[in-house]
C-alpha cells in the first residue's frame, strides 16, 4: 500500500506561483506511476500531469502544458507539482494518486479509475 500526503497549497495572485508536494509512505513507491488530479467546486475530479514510474516520462492536460511541471525524487518518496502562471480558474483542490496498472503509454494514465491510492488534497486559490 501506499499512503499519500499533500502539502503546499495556498492563496495566490493571478500570475503568481505554487509548488505542490506529495509525500508517500512506503517503499515500493519507486514502482508507482503518479498523477495530479484537481477538483473545483460543482465539478467533477479532472486530470493535471501525471509522471513514470522513473520520472522520464510525463504528460499534461492541455490547459496546463507550458505552465506546470511535475517531477519526483524517489530517494524522498516524494513527487511535485510547480505551478506557474497560476490563473483564476487553476483554484482547485489538487490531489497525487498513484497506480501501478495504468495502461497508457509508459505506464501514465489520465483516467481515475486506473489510479488506486489518493492523498486528501490540497486547496490552492488563485485571486484575479
Known amino acids: 500500500q501506499v499512503h499519500l500526503v499533500e502539502s503546499g497549497g495556498g492563496l495566490v495572485q493571478a500570475g503568481g506561483s505554487l509548488r505542490l508536494s506529495c509525500a508517500a509512505s512506503?517503499?515500493?513507491?519507486?514502482?508507482?506511476?503518479m498523477g495530479w488530479f484537481r477538483q473545483a467546486p460543482g465539478k467533477e475530479r479532472e486530470f493535471v500531469a501525471a509522471?513514470?514510474?522513473?520520472?522520464?516520462?510525463?504528460y499534461y492536460t492541455d490547459a496546463v502544458k507550458g505552465r506546470f511541471a511535475i517531477s519526483r525524487d524517489n530517494a524522498k518518496n516524494a513527487v511535485y507539482l510547480q505551478m506557474n502562471s497560476l490563473k483564476p480558474e487553476d483554484t482547485a483542490v489538487y490531489y497525487c494518486?498513484?497506480?501501478?496498472?495504468?495502461?497508457?503509454?509508459?505506464?501514465?494514465?489520465?483516467?481515475?479509475?486506473?489510479?488506486?491510492?489518493w492523498g486528501q488534497g490540497t486547496q490552492v486559490t488563485v485571486s484575479s
Open positions: 494518486a498513484a497506480t501501478r496498472r495504468a495502461k497508457g503509454l509508459w505506464g501514465l494514465s489520465e483516467e481515475r479509475y486506473e489510479y488506486d491510492y
Open positions: 512506503g517503499h515500493t513507491f519507486s514502482t508507482y506511476a
Open positions: 509522471i513514470s514510474w522513473s520520472g522520464d516520462n510525463t
